[in-house]
């Protein structure tokens, strides 16, 4: 099998679908595409206004090449526009996928419109190819839903829950923005990727990419200790890619080594999304201890180690003051209701209780990762 080695984080230049057929089956355990949507937009080498039929037949393609590809495990993310995403929905029945979640992607930054509202959501279809077995790692993903936040709420998870159908944590990748490669215009944000590969795979795994256009999805999986392959028809595209992908390797070292605070960009990093995710202010959090909780719980979940409250506290001022903390939509003053006393202690003992048992269940999660692996 010329030019394909799964060990290897790589972009494969050519045809999605002539590449995928003649690789082996079942290597990905993710499979993440962000096809052209078929709307016109100015592609190196690709025509992105095809007749309706042609659209969908291509579309019917390049998904059975995806599937073919996938793990029996696996699970395999689509992101598309409003004009075929009820096409691309039921090609997915057709090939046997089970669809898990329709997700609205809502971004802000959407481009202005003169005569009609601002288009600023894109669908993700999340499918698996077997409805019973399919790595999904809740933990991964989980921060403090508003009954910790806002309500003071007794009923709130000590874990934290997860996240919507519709993600509006994430802006689209604009001019400004630090990870923008600046020669593609549809990259995606790597904290979306990130939350989806953290959830659907586990360390060492497959992610393929069957569109890499700017290479966020294998760059990003790269960051997290994954496999990531993909393939690109431009050969400009590709070349270019390949230098992300190039640096994503050398960061990837970097990113997990811990500073001398003990803390890793890694570790700040998944800080910072949390901190998107929560959507509540320093001091509104510091001033919240079953919010706090919840954080320690939804941080040491996502980094493999508990971090103190406190210490999350002084990180998150110092990420501040440093201006490396996102800002989000929402940035509203804390509003708690009365939270008893006696909850704040329930809350802390369930949370102390969960962090006791994190190393066993870290230690499952490896231990399944080698055996469906
Ligand atoms: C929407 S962009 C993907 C953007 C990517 N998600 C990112 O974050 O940069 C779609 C990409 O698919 C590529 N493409 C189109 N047809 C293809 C095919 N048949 N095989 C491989 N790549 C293709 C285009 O060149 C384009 O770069």
Known sequence: ??????????????DCVELLTGWPEAFARLVFADP?????????GYDDARAYTDYVDWSRRWMAAATRALAPDGSFYIAIGDDYAAELRVIGRELGLTLRNWIIWHYQFGQNMRDKFVRSHTHILYFVKNAKNFVFNAGQS?????RHTEYGDRRAKPEGRLPDDVWNEFPRVCGTFKERQGWHG??????????????STNPGDVVLDPFAGSGTTPATAIKLGRVGIA?????????????RLDSAIREAKAWKKPDAT???EFDRES???LYREAETPIDALASNPAALACVEASLAARIGRPVHADSIVQKLRELDAANQLPRFKNDRPFRAKVHRKQDFARDRKLVRAWH???PAKLKKLNELGRQTG
């Not at 052209?36 to 190196?44: A, M, Q």
Request: glycine letters at 6%; a positive charge.
């Open 271 to 273: 800080l910072r999304n």
């Open 356 to 358: 006791l048992g994190l």
């Open 231 to 243: 393939t690109e028809q431009s050969e400009e595209y590709a070349d270019a890619a390949i230098k």
């Open 1 to 14: 099998m010329p030019n394909f080695n799964p060990a290897k984080n790589a972009i494969h230049r050519g």
């Open 36 to 44: 052209p949507f078929n709307i016109g937009y100015r592609y190196s």
């Open 142 to 146: 989980r921060f403090p839903s508003a």
């Open 186 to 199: 549809c990259q995606m944000p790597e904290a979306l990727l990130s939350r989806i590969i953290r959830v």
């Open 262 to 264: 003990g803390w890793s």
